[in-house]
Every structure is written in C-alpha cells, then in structure tokens.
C-alpha cells in the first residue's frame, strides 16, 4: 500500500487510463503523498480522506496515442523536487470522479462487498480491503465466493495462477482483486460492476 512508502513520494498509476478524449489526467495530495493518473475514479479509491488538493495537468504538446508516457515522468520529477502540486498545473475545481461511496460489510464471519471496476484488462476490482481481510482472516480459515467460483485462498502474486487460472490478489490500493492469468476474468466468469463478493471465515475464536 502507498502508506509503506515514506510521505512525499509520488505514484503513478495508468490502468485503465483509456477513455474518452477529453477526460482529464491530474496529481492529488493525499495523505502526505502525490498520485498522478487519469479522472477515472481509481484515485478515489486511494483513501478515504479527502484530497489536500488536486491538479489538472496540461494536455500534451504534440498529439500522441500513449500521453501518459509524456505526461507523468514529466510531473513526477517536478513534484519529487518541488513537492508542490502547482508546479504541475492548475486547480482542478471538479474534484475527483468517485466510482462508488458504499463499503464492503464486514463482521466477524464474513465480508460482503461487490465489484466496483473492470479495468482494461477485464480484470474485477472489488471494494474488499486488506486491513479488514487481515484482521478478520487471522487464525481462520476462508472461502472467497463470487458467481459460481469458490476459492480458499487470496495469492499474493498472480503469477501463482497458472495460465487460464482465476487468482485473487489484493492490488496496490490494498483492494482485492479478480482476474485470470492470461484471460479476461469478467467475460469469462460473468462478472461486471456491482457484481457480489464475499469472503466467509471459519474456525477461530
């Protein structure tokens, strides 16, 4: 998670980066840290504290097909060394797009959350988190349901999976993510946004 990194450093993130033309890039201060990546919702997952502030970076020079390699370097090395977000362009008055407000439902036998992104790559993103996974799956054992799949374990890498095999994993947000290694998970297990997850615990005290 961004929090094992010290204060001031800067991440970027271009998953699912692709849309519609018009739709902005930017950096946010949050929580001590700089993020620079497309309006599409995913640095509203970051945390639940509100921004310190956000910026819309300037649309490229030159017209290119990839303008986040133009982009980013470009704003992550001013805000390395300025740690000042007005280095990297204007206010951005809209805020950020949020992609849902609701929680996943924990106590302590099980965890309901849903699907709260498909990326470009089909894999699902969910609104689980690991800080309550953690603690809930302590000395337990768990079943992780989602459509017609059950699965005893989350991996910590996807490349545990062999290729064709649905993984679990929780991504760099700390969200627990779905996917097939080398597939599309959504097409191929059915599942879009809003879809349910959950994780049921056994054992413990």
């Given amino acids: 998670m961004f929090r094992d990194f010290p204060e001031g450093t ?5 998953v699912d980066s692709s849309g519609p033309p018009n739709r902005p890039f930017v950096a946010a201060h949050i929580e ?3 993020f620079i990546g497309p309006d599409n919702g995913l640095l509203s997952l970051i945390s639940e504290q509100p921004p ?3 910026h819309r970076l300037p649309a ?3 017209a290119t097909t990839f303008p ?3 982009l980013f370097p470009k704003a992550a090395l001013a805000l390395a060394k300025e740690q000042d977000l007005a280095q990297v362009g204007i206010p951005y008055e809209e805020g950020l797009r949020r992609l849902i407000d609701r929680k996943a439902k924990a106590n302590r036998q099980l965890i309901l959350g849903a699907v709260i992104q498909v990326d470009h790559y089909g894999n699902l993103i969910t609104n689980i988190n690991q800080q309550d996974f953690d603690i809930l799956s302590k000395n337990k054992s768990y079943t992780v349901k989602f ?5 005893p374990r989350v991996q910590q890498y996807f490349q545990e999976s062999d290729p064709g095999d649905c993984f679990l994993v929780f991504n760099s947000l700390g969200l627990l993510q779905i996917g097939i ?7 191929l297990l059915g599942l879009n946004y809003d879809s349910p997850v959950s994780i049921e615990f056994h054992g413990g005290e």
């Fill in 68 to 70: 986040e390699k133009v």
């Fill in 52 to 54: 310190h502030g956000v």
């Fill in 10 to 14: 800067v991440h970027m993130a271009a």
């Fill in 60 to 62: 490229p020079e030159v």
């Fill in 32 to 34: 001590g840290h700089f």
């Fill in 181 to 187: 290694n080398q597939g599309n998970a959504s097409e």
């Fill in 147 to 151: 459509g017609r799949e059950r699965m």
